[in-house]
């Protein structure tokens, strides 16, 4: 079985560098477990669907919580495509409207 990659958009590597430590460890472990396992075995906690073809990688730190937003992308090729600090109880409209803009513009 061949392994999947998880890839980052150029615009959200800055957004997990600027996530505290712990979390940035705990995204980049999800992202671990994406690539050995695929995303069809890993499932919740770790991550979920969003909408259409978007899904979340979901962490917990000692600061707070954030997702990752990502799509499937050409053979076994993950794309996280926006790193933000979750705020609300669902996932900000603006942050899936990013998300998706980021991923037009790679089409």
């Known amino acids: 079985m061949s392994q999947w990659t998880v890839q980052f958009h150029p615009a959200s ?5 600027a996530l ?3 979390m940035q460890a705990r995204l ?22 969003l909408e259409d073809k978007l ?6 730190g000692r600061d707070g919580i954030a997702r990752a937003v990502y799509v499937a992308m050409h053979g076994r090729t993950l794309t996280v495509l926006h790193v933000f600090v ?3 109880q669902t996932t900000p409209r603006a ?8 991923l037009e513009a790679m089409r």
Request: positive net charge; without cysteine.
């Open 55 to 60: 899904w979340e990688i979901r962490v917990q």
């Open 13 to 17: 590597e800055p957004e997990l560098r």
């Open 95 to 102: 942050a899936i409207d990013t998300a998706r803009k980021r």
């Open 86 to 88: 979750k705020k609300t």
């Open 28 to 49: 980049l472990r999800v992202a671990g477990l994406l690539e050995a396992f695929g995303p069809q075995k890993v499932g919740m906690p770790h991550v979920r669907p």
């Open 20 to 22: 505290p430590a712990d």
